[in-house]
């Protein structure tokens, strides 16, 4: 079935230049004017996504061609298009960046993979006519750019008549307006990134303000007519294995600690029959009752590690499951909620979990960010020994023992090691992996969940 999504892609130059800013002042705009919009972030970013569903009060999706493929990014980006007037995808760091010095899995990989126009997102800040060099490069430098449209961010208004005039008699593409400097707006940023949406002070008043200024200053139809050109899609539907046996409810992790989860993951879960319970590591005094799974993402466990210290009958209740063999997914934050101890961000080492034989150690630099493929070395919870699982590292943070489960290769220059806790009811490390790209991992976890719920009752 062909389908027809008007959608773009806000791409730019680098990290750093506004995406986030422009995205959200977009989809503010377009849904004070009651638009029925769908938002979605290139590559495996867990915060941009959050702001997105503080903006739109609807969930927001990655779409990454590492994690799950080009087929599946083309069925979940039509199945969540689906019906919205206007979809936008936010890129990732530079528009031809990809895995290494490649474009793989990056934003123009996107474009292509989805056919979806871009419009570059300019930071117009100490520049003038130097701003079109950067424009006439970026639209040369791959024949089919997919560059239909400019927003220029964080720009004195004076400049953009001429460059509004030059950029569209000169390049034949269309100026979509500008945002100024808005000093009243900042999005606030720390070690992996954005804060969380949750975290920004005055969050909604500052989405109100630059939704005001894109009303003024933003071709907010234009912008319309661009999506309009998006080229149709075929979509066949997601194929998914059979929903097993039982209804088992998983515990969830989430709250200022624990919230990187991609939505699609849980969202499989629900669809292969799994209740999804919510709990708060930081303020609930034991796991929901009646849980046989338990889902630990990822998140700043080190900003609140006194707090999850405090909280004992918690972090009991976690260790006896654990231990007792209810099955366990633990990713990044949540690896090192399993721990022995932790260290903050000021260095102090705090009580955690003690389900791992190990320590969590604060160090000043990202240890193997970036896309790896995982490969098993022996059966475990979510699959067979010698199944490969695509996977994304980032953390600051770095253990005594990551586990040796597994072999991971570095997907930019094939540097290996060993990694993952791994267990028949057990799979917990640093590495971030998305349901959607092999759905029977999850199939794996919910059955090994009816397995565990099967025996409590005999």
């Not at 102090?348 to 790896?372: C, E, P, W």
């Amino acid at each position: 079935m062909t389908v027809y999504a008007p959608r773009v892609l806000f791409a730019a130059p680098s990290s750093g230049a506004g995406k986030t800013t422009v995205t959200c002042a977009i989809l503010r705009a377009f849904h004070r004017r009651g638009l029925h919009l769908a938002a979605f972030k290139c590559g495996p970013d867990y915060i941009d996504p959050m702001f997105h569903r503080e903006v739109l009060g609807v969930p927001s999706t990655n779409l990454d061609l590492f994690l799950l493929g080009e087929d599946m990014v083309r069925q979940i980006l039509l199945e969540h298009a689906r019906g919205a007037a206007f979809s936008l995808l936010e890129g990732a760091m530079g528009y031809y960046d990809g895995i290494g010095f490649t474009e793989r899995a990056g934003s123009y990989d996107l474009a292509r993979a989805t056919r979806t126009p871009v419009v570059l997102i300019v930071d117009g800040r100490g520049a003038a006519q130097s701003l079109l060099a950067q424009v006439k490069g970026f639209l040369t430098y791959r024949t089919d750019s997919r560059i239909a449209g400019v927003i220029w961010n964080r720009l004195s208004p004076s400049l953009y008549p001429a460059l509004q005039q030059r950029l569209e008699q000169e390049f034949g593409i269309r100026s979509l307006g500008f945002l100024p400097k808005m000093d009243a707006a900042v999005l606030e940023s720390r070690h992996l990134g954005l804060v969380t949406a949750a975290e920004v002070d005055k969050l909604q008043q500052k989405m109100d303000c630059l939704a005001e200024q894109a009303e003024r200053t933003v071709d907010l139809d234009g912008l319309l007519a661009v999506a309009q050109q998006a080229e149709p899609l075929s979509q066949e539907g997601l194929e998914l294995p059979e929903r097993g046996r039982g209804r088992p409810r998983i515990a969830v992790a989430r709250d200022r600690a624990f919230c990187f989860y991609y939505a699609d993951s849980l969202r499989l879960l629900e669809r292969l029959g799994a209740e999804l319970c919510l709990f708060s590591p930081l303020t609930d005094a034991a796991l929901p009752p009646g849980c046989r799974g338990m889902l630990l993402g990822g998140g700043y466990p080190e900003l609140h590690a006194a707090e999850l210290e405090r909280n004992d009958s918690m972090r009991e209740s976690v260790r006896a499951a654990v231990q007792d063999g209810m099955p366990c997914v633990a990713e990044c934050g949540g690896f090192l909620y399993l721990h022995r101890t932790l260290e903050d961000a000021q260095g102090i080492s705090h009580q955690m979990v003690g389900a791992i034989a190990a320590d969590g150690k604060r160090t000043n630099r990202l240890q193997r960010f970036g896309y790896a493929t995982l490969t098993a070395l022996r059966d475990n919870l979510l699959c067979k020994a010698g199944e490969r699982i695509p996977t994304h590292e980032f953390h600051y943070w770095e253990s005594t023992d990551s586990g040796n489960a597994f072999q991971a290769e570095k997907a930019s220059n094939g540097r290996t090691w060993p990694c993952i806790h791994a267990a028949e009811t057990l799979f917990a490390g640093f590495p971030h992996i998305h349901f959607c790209s092999n759905p029977r991992w999850a199939q794996r976890f919910l059955a090994a969940c009816v397995q565990y719920e099967e025996a409590q009752k005999s």
